[in-house]
Protein backbone atom coordinates (compact mmCIF):
# COMPACT_ATOMS: atom_id res chain seq x y z
CA UNK A 1 0.00 0.00 0.00
CA UNK A 2 1.67 3.32 -1.12
CA UNK A 3 1.31 6.19 1.95
CA UNK A 4 0.00 9.41 0.40
CA UNK A 5 2.82 12.26 1.33
CA UNK A 6 2.01 15.59 2.09
CA UNK A 7 2.87 18.53 -0.03
CA UNK A 8 6.34 19.56 1.74
CA UNK A 9 5.93 23.50 0.29
CA UNK A 10 2.52 25.12 1.24
CA UNK A 11 2.44 28.41 0.16
CA UNK A 12 -0.53 30.49 1.74
CA UNK A 13 -1.76 34.03 0.52
CA UNK A 14 -4.46 36.29 0.95
CA UNK A 15 -6.00 39.48 1.49
CA UNK A 16 -5.24 41.19 5.24
CA UNK A 17 -6.84 39.48 8.26
CA UNK A 18 -8.61 36.57 6.13
CA UNK A 19 -7.39 34.07 8.86
CA UNK A 20 -4.21 32.90 6.66
CA UNK A 21 -2.22 32.94 10.23
CA UNK A 22 -4.56 30.90 12.35
CA UNK A 23 -4.96 28.92 9.22
CA UNK A 24 -1.08 28.28 8.28
CA UNK A 25 -0.34 27.74 11.73
CA UNK A 26 -3.35 25.11 12.48
CA UNK A 27 -1.75 23.32 9.47
CA UNK A 28 1.97 23.83 10.23
CA UNK A 29 1.26 21.96 13.94
CA UNK A 30 -0.21 19.35 12.87
CA UNK A 31 1.89 18.31 9.64
CA UNK A 32 4.66 18.86 12.15
CA UNK A 33 6.23 22.09 9.87
CA UNK A 34 7.49 25.02 10.42
CA UNK A 35 5.12 28.09 10.23
CA UNK A 36 6.66 31.38 8.75
CA UNK A 37 4.38 34.59 8.36
CA UNK A 38 6.46 36.82 6.23
CA UNK A 39 4.36 39.63 7.09
CA UNK A 40 5.81 40.12 10.23
CA UNK A 41 9.31 41.35 8.18
CA UNK A 42 7.74 43.85 6.60
CA UNK A 43 6.06 44.69 9.26
CA UNK A 44 9.45 44.98 11.26
CA UNK A 45 10.89 46.98 8.86
CA UNK A 46 7.86 49.85 9.23
CA UNK A 47 8.33 49.85 12.90
CA UNK A 48 12.21 50.43 12.74
CA UNK A 49 11.55 53.41 10.33
CA UNK A 50 8.77 55.15 12.55
CA UNK A 51 11.00 54.46 15.89
CA UNK A 52 13.90 56.12 14.02
CA UNK A 53 11.91 58.82 12.32
CA UNK A 54 12.92 57.69 8.70
CA UNK A 55 11.22 59.40 6.00
CA UNK A 56 8.96 56.53 4.66
CA UNK A 57 8.04 57.99 1.31
CA UNK A 58 11.71 57.70 0.65
CA UNK A 59 12.00 54.85 -1.40
CA UNK A 60 16.12 54.80 -0.59
CA UNK A 61 16.28 55.16 2.86
CA UNK A 62 13.77 52.79 3.62
CA UNK A 63 15.50 49.92 1.49
CA UNK A 64 18.97 50.60 2.61
CA UNK A 65 17.09 49.85 6.22
CA UNK A 66 15.70 46.36 4.73
CA UNK A 67 19.15 45.22 3.54
CA UNK A 68 20.81 46.39 6.74
CA UNK A 69 18.16 44.69 9.23
CA UNK A 70 19.00 41.81 11.31
CA UNK A 71 15.58 40.07 11.53
CA UNK A 72 15.17 37.50 13.44
CA UNK A 73 12.43 34.67 13.58
CA UNK A 74 13.10 32.26 16.39
CA UNK A 75 10.22 29.85 17.74
CA UNK A 76 7.68 31.24 20.45
CA UNK A 77 9.63 32.03 23.89
CA UNK A 78 6.30 32.85 25.65
CA UNK A 79 3.02 31.69 25.66
CA UNK A 80 1.15 34.97 24.90
CA UNK A 81 -0.51 33.50 21.84
CA UNK A 82 1.91 34.50 19.26
CA UNK A 83 3.41 32.17 16.67
CA UNK A 84 7.06 32.99 16.77
CA UNK A 85 9.33 35.25 18.25
CA UNK A 86 10.61 38.65 16.26
CA UNK A 87 13.30 39.98 16.88
CA UNK A 88 15.41 43.08 15.86
CA UNK A 89 18.76 43.22 16.80
CA UNK A 90 18.02 41.83 20.70
CA UNK A 91 15.09 43.33 21.00
CA UNK A 92 11.87 41.46 21.19
CA UNK A 93 9.09 43.58 19.01
CA UNK A 94 6.72 40.25 18.33
CA UNK A 95 4.04 42.88 19.79
CA UNK A 96 5.05 46.11 18.77
CA UNK A 97 5.06 45.39 15.17
CA UNK A 98 1.11 44.85 15.33
CA UNK A 99 0.82 48.40 16.52
CA UNK A 100 -2.12 50.43 14.81
CA UNK A 101 0.84 52.68 13.11
CA UNK A 102 2.72 49.71 11.71
CA UNK A 103 -0.49 48.74 10.05
CA UNK A 104 -1.27 52.21 8.78
CA UNK A 105 2.32 52.05 7.30
CA UNK A 106 3.23 48.47 6.25
CA UNK A 107 1.77 48.37 2.63
CA UNK A 108 3.64 51.66 1.58
CA UNK A 109 7.26 50.04 2.75
CA UNK A 110 6.44 46.38 1.26
CA UNK A 111 5.35 48.06 -2.18
CA UNK A 112 9.12 49.36 -2.53
CA UNK A 113 10.89 46.54 -5.06
CA UNK A 114 14.57 47.34 -3.16
CA UNK A 115 12.46 46.29 0.45
CA UNK A 116 10.86 43.38 -1.12
CA UNK A 117 13.57 42.05 -2.92
CA UNK A 118 16.06 42.09 0.20
CA UNK A 119 12.84 40.30 2.27
CA UNK A 120 11.79 38.05 -0.36
CA UNK A 121 15.68 36.10 -0.87
CA UNK A 122 15.84 35.74 2.74
CA UNK A 123 12.47 34.25 2.70
CA UNK A 124 12.69 32.17 -0.36
CA UNK A 125 16.24 30.28 1.26
CA UNK A 126 14.64 29.65 3.81
CA UNK A 127 11.20 28.28 2.30
CA UNK A 128 12.87 25.95 -0.40
CA UNK A 129 14.26 24.01 3.01
CA UNK A 130 10.42 22.20 2.54
CA UNK A 131 8.37 21.19 5.43
CA UNK A 132 7.28 24.87 5.85
CA UNK A 133 3.66 26.59 5.44
CA UNK A 134 4.76 30.41 4.72
CA UNK A 135 1.92 32.70 4.66
CA UNK A 136 2.00 36.14 2.80
CA UNK A 137 0.71 37.83 -0.09
CA UNK A 138 3.08 37.12 -2.97
CA UNK A 139 4.45 33.36 -1.85
CA UNK A 140 2.81 31.26 -4.67
CA UNK A 141 3.19 33.72 -7.23
CA UNK A 142 7.01 35.13 -6.46
CA UNK A 143 8.59 34.09 -3.44
CA UNK A 144 8.13 30.13 -4.39
CA UNK A 145 6.92 29.64 -7.18
CA UNK A 146 7.31 25.98 -7.36
CA UNK A 147 5.36 25.12 -4.23
CA UNK A 148 3.62 21.55 -3.79
CA UNK A 149 0.19 23.40 -2.50
CA UNK A 150 -0.70 27.03 -3.35
CA UNK A 151 -3.76 28.14 -0.92
CA UNK A 152 -5.41 31.62 -1.99
CA UNK A 153 -8.00 32.67 1.07
CA UNK A 154 -10.32 35.02 0.89
CA UNK A 155 -13.15 36.64 2.30
CA UNK A 156 -15.01 39.95 2.16
CA UNK A 157 -13.44 43.49 3.75
CA UNK A 158 -16.54 43.54 6.33
CA UNK A 159 -16.03 40.00 7.98
CA UNK A 160 -12.06 40.40 7.24
CA UNK A 161 -12.95 43.52 9.59
CA UNK A 162 -15.03 41.56 12.25
CA UNK A 163 -12.10 39.25 12.22
CA UNK A 164 -9.44 41.44 12.91
CA UNK A 165 -11.59 43.37 15.33
CA UNK A 166 -12.30 40.63 17.75
CA UNK A 167 -8.65 39.80 17.40
CA UNK A 168 -8.08 43.07 19.04
CA UNK A 169 -10.29 42.77 21.58
CA UNK A 170 -9.49 39.69 22.47
CA UNK A 171 -6.10 41.29 23.40
CA UNK A 172 -7.75 43.01 25.57
CA UNK A 173 -7.04 46.81 23.46
CA UNK A 174 -9.96 49.11 22.62
CA UNK A 175 -10.86 48.85 18.70
CA UNK A 176 -12.97 50.87 15.84
CA UNK A 177 -15.03 48.39 13.66
CA UNK A 178 -15.09 50.98 11.30
CA UNK A 179 -11.64 52.32 11.68
CA UNK A 180 -10.72 48.93 10.89
CA UNK A 181 -12.76 48.45 7.90
CA UNK A 182 -11.44 51.62 6.21
CA UNK A 183 -7.91 50.84 6.44
CA UNK A 184 -8.03 46.76 5.76
CA UNK A 185 -9.86 48.04 2.20
CA UNK A 186 -6.77 51.02 2.47
CA UNK A 187 -4.14 48.20 2.35
CA UNK A 188 -6.05 45.53 0.49
CA UNK A 189 -5.83 48.26 -2.25
CA UNK A 190 -2.41 49.25 -2.06
CA UNK A 191 -0.95 45.44 -1.52
CA UNK A 192 -3.05 44.59 -4.82
CA UNK A 193 -2.25 47.68 -7.56
CA UNK A 194 1.63 47.89 -6.56
CA UNK A 195 3.99 47.22 -9.49
CA UNK A 196 5.84 44.52 -7.63
CA UNK A 197 4.61 41.46 -6.81
CA UNK A 198 0.93 42.45 -6.06
CA UNK A 199 -1.58 40.44 -4.08
CA UNK A 200 -3.70 37.66 -6.30
CA UNK A 201 -4.11 34.30 -6.67
CA UNK A 202 -1.57 32.59 -8.49
CA UNK A 203 -2.90 30.37 -11.28
CA UNK A 204 -2.56 27.09 -10.01
CA UNK A 205 -3.96 28.16 -6.08
CA UNK A 206 -7.00 26.69 -4.86
CA UNK A 207 -8.80 29.78 -3.93
CA UNK A 208 -11.07 29.56 -0.71
CA UNK A 209 -14.26 31.71 0.09
CA UNK A 210 -13.80 31.86 3.91
CA UNK A 211 -16.80 34.14 4.49
CA UNK A 212 -19.18 31.57 5.36
CA UNK A 213 -16.70 29.23 7.09
CA UNK A 214 -15.49 28.55 10.40
CA UNK A 215 -11.80 28.23 11.01
CA UNK A 216 -12.37 24.55 12.01
CA UNK A 217 -13.93 24.11 8.53
CA UNK A 218 -10.99 26.05 6.69
CA UNK A 219 -8.50 23.90 8.14
CA UNK A 220 -10.92 20.76 7.35
CA UNK A 221 -10.60 21.57 3.98
CA UNK A 222 -7.15 22.77 3.60
CA UNK A 223 -6.34 18.96 5.38
CA UNK A 224 -8.31 17.30 2.43
CA UNK A 225 -5.75 18.61 0.37
CA UNK A 226 -2.73 17.89 1.51
CA UNK A 227 -3.67 13.81 1.71
O1 LIG B 1 -2.01 39.89 9.23
P1 LIG B 1 -2.35 40.81 8.09
O2 LIG B 1 -2.97 40.07 6.97
O3 LIG B 1 -3.09 42.02 8.52
O4 LIG B 1 -1.00 41.43 7.56
P2 LIG B 1 0.41 40.74 7.40
O5 LIG B 1 0.27 39.41 6.73
O6 LIG B 1 1.15 40.82 8.68
O7 LIG B 1 1.11 41.72 6.33
C1 LIG B 1 1.28 43.09 6.59
C2 LIG B 1 1.59 43.78 5.27
O8 LIG B 1 2.85 43.33 4.79
C3 LIG B 1 0.60 43.53 4.14
O9 LIG B 1 -0.49 44.42 4.14
C4 LIG B 1 1.49 43.74 2.91
O10 LIG B 1 1.59 45.10 2.58
C5 LIG B 1 2.86 43.27 3.38
N1 LIG B 1 3.20 41.91 2.94
C6 LIG B 1 3.65 41.76 1.66
O11 LIG B 1 3.68 42.71 0.89
N2 LIG B 1 4.11 40.55 1.22
C7 LIG B 1 4.09 39.49 2.04
N3 LIG B 1 4.56 38.33 1.58
C8 LIG B 1 3.58 39.61 3.35
C9 LIG B 1 3.13 40.84 3.78
Given at each position: ???????????????AAS????????????????????????????????????????????????????????????????????????????????????????????????????????????????????????????????????????????ERA??????????????????????????????????????????????????????????????????
Amino acid sequence: MTKNIPPSIIALDGPAASGKSTLGRTLADSLGYLFFDTGVMYRAITWIALQHDLNLRDETVITELAQKAQIDIRPPSKNDGRACDVILGDKDVTWDIRDGKVEANVSVVSAYAGVRRALSEHQRRIGMRGRIVMVGRDIGTVVLPEADLKIYLDASAEERARRRYDEIIARGEKADYDEILKKVIERDHIDSTRAVAPLRPADDAVIIDSDKMNAGQVVARVMELCK
